[in-house]
């Protein structure tokens, strides 16, 4: 069947967010990586001497780090050519009048002011390398809930927050976890005391704007026992001919019986590099869910994890991956089951289209003494034509004899009978096609927020159209 | 069950460093915390990395792997990605000589608890 | 306490036995080395093209880097934590050939009683061939069954076609490098185009060496619409070895268009051996190829096992069992390679692992551009049948043709509680109730054994270990 539309690269005038604004910054490192430019950032923010220390020391392990010879090829990510820090303004906005005007806009047409009236529990935006706006309900705040950059966590809240930083996510970790632990900048900061049950979500944007721009969001949340929380970040970036790189460490702890919902929509533009370590520390009965959505970027390299350390703990990740002309998505998850009675679950879909090359990269492990952990693990692939590719690479790792453990993979494309069927009841050949990935799709899009299943089901038409040959 | 060993002289290694040993094929670290002495099984209970190839600030020991942290006077874990404590090794100080108290290989295959 | 002091001191000979000295380990030491290459060729007195294939494959060896659990083709089988490297490259002392049947060593003569009728076999020990039995009218039919030596020396260039060009060579890894270098004997088997043979072919392979290595070569080429099924059963006397023994053997399979080829791979080496083997077939158009793969034996058992689709209508059956006890520890990778469209594979790998026994299998299904058309299916199912046994899966898919059906499935669990319940209802103790559902577990794969006699060994075979 000739898909040769399909070939075609993706026109990336049909990239919603792909527009751009002037640079406008009150400061700018110099390009590269050096020690200098991490001293500059501790500086900008003035830090305490153990956080620049903390820094410095990262800087060392990210030089001593080889780039990652498995997952997608990062042989053409030049360094040299980033900027490590851009500051937009001079300071955090309290409100949205105090936020500068070119900023305001392009969050303006984002969409940014209308998804806080919809009764969002709180908003934040990074702009660049930093946080330019956090909003939380006063009654929120009343409770006792913070939503803070993460600077302002580790100036308000030094204790808490030396606490769990880079508890989860050490700064070894990874290559690009010591790079974020390096040259982090902006992000959230967030502490749900016990009991507390924040019923809609916080949700936080994060915008690149300039060209050749490095943004390492750094987030630490923090459910107190008996918490709830669901927080969602959208990412997006305008159409440069260059690479852009986006390196965020979001580290979530979730004490006893709390319940953390964590959903992140990446639709950076087609010259993100974008290598995120995710990761959270569950406790007894408590439960996190990551819903990971990767559609836009270069290159994704994402594996949110669950830590399950207390008995009857559990873990989900839902994981949706779009990978068109020139972009590889490499995704995944980890399940680590340290306690007994721990479960979890990993649900993951791929759609690959011409030339485009998604993988799903996964870990379930059951650590000795984690009796009768269960875990699941489910992959479907789809391929839209025959320059698509997929791969699927989990790892199954027990150590427990009373485990149950499952995993099954599919790869398919879309079947000749379904599409017959569908045009049989008067669909044209296109809107069959569509309405194959939409079902496909629906067992994840169904938990997304409304506004970003429709943004999720936009984009997918887009990418239908002319697909049929 | 295992038996001491002299392995080092004090001042072979001086506070905030480390020495690695194999006794018997069990591979054993020593660690000088402001003038104490302490000994564990070196290797990282996440993915058996010799530790003594990471580094010690205070009591802190971190895994050059990825980074693992563990409190060396009592083998507790610190952060994640390990998870299991590590095993900590008697030591003590004979006129100037560090001895440890070095368990035999399978006493080590228990899983710590 | 009685139970855990046997258990300690089997460790304890575990550690003495794989346990090499890591700091002092230099990347060549002892026997591997050039001139053992040379002694080999002299001591055999080997045609020079021969003596030029060990040199390459020595030369390979040297310029690949030792593996290591950093490399994710190793990263749970610690190749350092073995001596094979103080290991003798080459027996100092080769049994003797044996004229006639009766003059087999006993104990091999007890083993060769408890098998099925065979169209032919070989017995080969500590590498070297003693005695062969073939019939005059496969000769007739052109068949040739030969000892590795032989047909170095009688059919050079069947050998020089063959031997380590297409399915391994010695660039596959460090270890099929390695053999290549010192390769010390095995079995070439020739089925002419349209030959087709009912039986079984055989090979006893008993190894009761210590201190040393043997690096036996299995060669099957099967000529256009053939058909045989080929054996290849690998055994140790059942008295305690001390010293490490090192099996490091690699099988090539060309299965020519529109042949039939089964093989079957049984492996129980005594617990003194660090099996290695690397297996791969090349399948033309039309070929249809089952292989199975046993491992019971051996401490350390590492297995590639690789299908090379290359042509439409190919088709490959893989199987495999295995079963851990003690100490034991088992590392099977396997590779559906789809190079052409309209190829199918089906791969099943069941295991069941009791004591401190672990087993990895990491599985993958590769498929190229173009291979439409593709059907490849993986199962891998394990049991879990105590506290300390471990087992480790990673099915892993790469694709890109679209008009594939692809698909893998892993699971590792325990058995099925209920079902002991049922089964003890019925009046059966727990353990019978216990071996029983193992057998079972492990007959889906059996059932698969085309040869009657076969298939009722390995069910006696696994039904011995399960105790």
Redesign the interface.
């Known amino acids: 069947m000739p898909y040769d539309q399909n070939v075609a690269a993706l026109n990336l005038d049909d990239y919603k967010y792909g527009f751009k604004d002037p640079d406008k910054y009150v400061f700018r490192s110099e390009k590269g990586l050096s020690k200098r430019v991490v001293e500059q950032i501790s500086a900008m923010k003035e830090e305490p001497e153990w956080m620049l220390k903390f820094r410095l ?1 990262a800087l060392k ?1 990210y030089e ?1 780090k080889p780039v990652p010879k ?1 997952g997608a090829d990062l042989s053409a990510l030049d360094m040299d050519q980033i900027y490590f820090y851009v500051k937009p303004s001079e300071k955090e906005g309290r409100s949205w009048d105090e936020v500068p005007e070119d900023i305001k806009r392009t969050f303006d047409r984002l969409g940014i002011p209308e998804a806080e009236r919809k009764s969002l529990a709180g908003v934040g935006a990074q702009y660049e390398s930093e946080m330019v706006y956090h909003k939380i309900k006063e009654e929120l705040s009343a409770q006792g809930v913070i939503f803070d950059s993460i600077e302002d966590g580790l100036r308000n809240h030094p204790d808490l927050f030396r606490q769990y930083f ?9 290559k690009y ?1 010591a790079l974020n632990s390096a040259v982090w900048s902006g992000g959230s900061f967030i502490y749900v005391p016990p009991g507390v049950e924040v019923d809609v979500p916080l949700q936080a944007y994060f915008r690149i704007n300039s060209e050749n721009l490095g943004q390492f969001e750094r987030t630490l949340i923090i459910a107190d026992e008996g918490a709830k929380l669901h927080y969602i970040e959208g990412c997006t970036a305008p159409s440069y001919s260059t690479d852009s790189f986006h390196s965020g460490v979001i580290e979530i702890i979730v004490n006893r019986g709390a319940n953390v919902r964590y959903t992140t929509i990446q639709n950076w533009s087609h010259n993100m590099y974008n290598l995120v370590t995710q ?1 959270a ?1 569950v406790e007894e009965g408590a439960r996190m869910a990551w819903l990971d959505g990767n559609l836009g970027s270069k290159v994704t390299m994402k594996y949110p994890s669950c ?1 399950l ?1 207390g008995r009857g703990a559990s873990g989900e990740i839902l994981s949706i991956a779009y990978a068109g002309p020139g972009q590889h998505q490499d995704a995944g998850g980890k399940m ?1 089951h ?1 306690a007994p009675h721990t479960s979890s679950e990993i649900v993951s879909k791929s759609i690959s289209k011409g030339g485009g090359r998604s993988s799903y990269r996964g870990l379930v492990q059951v ?3 984690a009796h009768n952990a269960s875990s699941n693990v489910e992959c479907d ?1 789809l ?31 879309i079947g000749d009978e379904q599409l017959f069927y569908l045009m049989q009841r008067g669909l044209a050949k296109e809107e069959a096609r569509t309405m194959v990935v939409r079902g496909f799709i629906e067992p994840i899009a169904k938990h997304l927020p409304l506004e970003y299943a429709v943004e999720l089901n936009r984009l997918v038409e887009l990418e239908m159209e002319g697909s049929v040959g | 069950m295992g038996e001491f060993v002299k392995l080092a002289k004090i001042d072979e290694i001086p506070p905030d460093e480390m020495a690695a040993f194999v006794v018997n094929g069990v591979k054993v670290g020593i660690a000088n915390v402001e003038g104490e002495f302490y000994a564990f099984h070196n290797c990282c209970t996440h993915q058996q990395y010799e530790l003594t190839q990471g580094f010690l600030l205070g009591e802190r020991l971190t895994c050059d792997w990825h980074g693992a942290t563990f409190d060396i006077r009592t083998g507790e874990v610190k952060t994640l990605p390990a998870t299991k404590p590590l095993p900590m090794f008697e030591v003590e100080v004979r006129e100037g000589d560090v001895w440890v108290l070095v368990p035999e290989v399978d006493q080590l295959d228990l899983p710590p608890e | 306490m009685g139970s855990s002091r046997v258990a300690q001191a089997q460790a304890e000979s575990r550690e003495r036995l794989l346990t090499a000295d890591i700091e002092t380990a230099p990347s060549v030491r002892g026997e591997i080395g050039p001139e053992t290459v040379e002694a080999i060729v002299r001591e055999r007195s080997e045609p020079e093209w021969m003596a030029a294939r060990r040199r390459h494959a020595w030369q390979v060896y040297r310029e690949t880097p030792m593996p290591t659990t950093k490399d994710e083709a190793w990263r749970y089988t610690d190749l350092a934590k073995i001596a094979w490297q103080d290991l003798r490259m080459r027996d100092p002392s080769p049994p003797e050939r044996v004229a006639a049947r009766g003059e087999l060593p006993v104990e091999i003569r007890e083993e060769l009683a408890r098998r099925g009728k065979s169209a032919a076999f070989a017995v080969q020990h500590n590498g070297v061939q003693l005695y062969s039995e073939f019939s005059d009218e496969l000769a007739r039919e052109g068949v040739l069954f030969l000892d590795f030596d032989s047909a170095v020396s009688d059919y050079a260039e069947l050998m020089q076609k063959y031997f380590m060009t297409d399915a391994v060579t010695p660039e596959f890894g460090k270890l099929a490098a390695l053999h290549g270098a010192f390769v010390s004997g095995g079995t070439v088997l020739y089925v002419p185009a349209g030959v087709e043979i009912e039986l079984p072919l055989t090979t006893f392979r008993w190894l009761d060496l210590e201190g040393v290595a043997v690096f036996p070569h299995t060669l099957v080429i099967a000529g256009p619409e053939s058909q045989v099924t080929y054996i290849e059963e690998c055994a140790s006397p059942a008295r305690a070895q001390k010293g490490l023994a090192m099996n490091c053997g690699v099988t090539e399979i060309v299965a020519e268009e529109g042949a039939r080829v089964r093989y079957a791979i049984v492996q129980q080496w005594g617990r003194h051996v660090f099996h290695y083997q690397a297996a791969r077939v090349f399948a033309h158009k039309d070929a249809q190829i089952q292989s199975l793969l046993v491992t019971l034996g051996a401490s350390v058992a590492r297995s590639d096992v690789e299908t090379d689709l290359q042509a439409e209508g190919a088709n490959s059956e893989m199987l495999g069992i295995y079963l851990g006890d003690s100490d034991q520890h088992f590392d099977h990778y396997t590779y559906q390679l789809h190079q052409a469209p309209h190829a199918g594979s089906d791969l099943l790998y069941k295991g069941a692992l009791k004591d401190r026994a672990r087993s990895v299998f990491r599985g993958m299904i590769r498929v190229m551009p173009g291979a439409q058309g593709t059907d490849a299916y993986q199962t891998n199912r394990n049991l879990i049948l105590s506290e300390d046994a471990h087992a480790d899966s990673l099915p892993n898919l790469e694709i890109e043709a679209d008009d594939v059906r692809c698909s893998h499935g892993a699971t590792i669990g325990q058995q099925d509680e209920q079902q002991i319940f049922y089964l003890m209802s019925r009046g059966l103790s727990r353990e019978q109730a216990e071996k029983l559902i193992v057998s079972g577990f492990f007959e889906e794969v059996l059932a698969r054994v085309p040869v009657d006699w076969l298939h009722r060994r390995l069910s006696d075979e696994i039904e011995r270990k399960l105790g």
């Open positions: 020391q392990v001593s498995w880079a508890t989860v996510i050490p700064m070894n970790d990874n976890a990761r520390r830590y350390m680590i340290v650590q000795k003494g692939a391929l839209l034509d025959e320059d698509a590719r997929t791969d699927t690479y989990p790892y199954i790792e027990i150590d427990e004899n009373d485990a149950s453990i499952g995993h099954e993979a599919t790869v398919s494309k």
